[in-house]
């Protein structure tokens, strides 16, 4: 069954560029999250979108970073003036709903790395 | 404040020997509680939660996983190894905000080797 799509699966940019990665929910998934990895490691979270809610932004490391989701779907993650510490892989997740009972399904992530 | 501790790096264990991965919490109001898995260059796929219930949870690939709410954990349990459980694990426990809104926060993670 289809999953959670991220694109592109990688990306090389040059430092002060701008990238916008994609990410297409499970259909019928209410709720959308951003996450960062860096190298094998933790997750760090970035935002999270909630049917029509306001976005919760709490997690973008600075204004360079934005999101949006169009038509409660399709979300995608804008970096500003890419910085090499922005190198990282970036997971998109979604679940049925918000409330966190329900399991939250990943994409493959983008592998991102600035020049 | 509110987290999830993942106390070691990195656990090894020999094939067909019993593995568990620990994990404890830290939250405000009931816990729900998941364990996550991640191969190389893969997103994380779902093992098992605990909502409510029965504390010993089973989950995918055989693993389980206990609810201990006094010790504030919820450590990973697999009877017997297999070397293609060798992935990278991550815990994950609901925490509640003000207002009533909640989301999940991630432990750090765990390197499971399991060796031949």
């Known amino acids: 069954g289809a999953g959670v799509s991220q694109s592109p699966s990688n990306k090389v940019t040059e430092k002060g560029k701008d990238v916008e990665l994609r990410c297409d929910p499970i259909s019928g998934h209410t709720a959308l999250y951003w996450y960062r990895q860096s190298l094998g490691q933790g997750l760090e979270f970035l935002i999270y979108?909630?049917?029509?809610?306001?976005?919760?932004k709490s997690g973008l490391p600075s204004d360079r970073f934005s999101a949006e989701r169009t038509g409660g779907s399709v979300s995608t993650l804008t970096i500003q003036r890419t910085q090499q510490e922005d190198s990282a892989v970036y997971l998109c997740a979604s679940s049925l709903e918000q409330g966190a009972r329900q399991p939250q399904h990943f994409g493959d992530g983008t592998r991102l790395s600035i020049l | 404040a509110q987290s999830v501790a993942q106390p070691e790096d990195q656990v090894n264990v020999a094939e067909g020997n019993p593995l568990t991965v620990k994990c404890t919490y830290s939250v405000s109001g009931n816990p729900y509680l998941f364990w996550y898995v991640q191969y190389p260059n893969r997103g994380l796929q779902f093992l098992l939660k605990?909502?409510?219930?029965?504390?010993l949870v089973k989950g995918s690939y055989g693993f389980e996983a206990e609810f201990n709410k006094s010790q504030t954990s919820f450590h990973l349990k697999k009877p017997s190894a297999l070397v293609s459980d060798s992935a990278l694990y991550f815990c994950?426990?609901?925490?509640?905000?003000?207002?009533?809104?909640?989301?999940?926060?991630f432990g750090a993670g765990t390197r499971l080797a399991v060796h031949p």
């Open positions: 605990y909502i409510t219930g029965d504390n």
């Open positions: 979108f909630q049917g029509n809610s306001a976005p919760d």
């Open positions: 994950a426990v609901r925490a509640v905000f003000s207002g009533g809104y909640n989301k999940l926060i």
